[in-house]
């Protein structure tokens, strides 16, 4: 299983937006929720589905 930091998780999600087509508001707002819904716990809400969230 593959370990990120917060901080690499951040980058990773955030630069994933952008190539999506995010601004970078809506990226930074994406990534944060992601993020704190993972450091939380909340799996269900957190990376697992950040791919969902692009589409």
Same mark, same amino acid.
């Given at each position: 299983?593959?370990?990120?930091?917060?901080? +690499?998780?951040?980058?990773?999600?955030?630069? $994933? @937006?952008?190539?999506? %087509?995010?601004?970078?508001?809506?990226? +930074?707002?994406?990534?944060?929720?992601?993020? $704190? @819904?993972?450091?939380? %716990?909340?799996?269900?809400?957190?990376?697992?589905?950040?791919?969902?969230?692009?589409?």
């Amino acid at each position: 299983m593959m370990q990120l930091t917060l901080d +690499q998780a951040t980058g990773l999600c955030r630069m $994933a @937006a952008l190539g999506a %087509g995010a601004n970078e508001e809506a990226a +930074q707002s994406l990534t944060a929720s992601i993020i $704190a @819904a993972e450091a939380e %716990g909340l799996s269900t809400v957190g990376l697992s589905h950040f791919i969902d969230y692009l589409e």
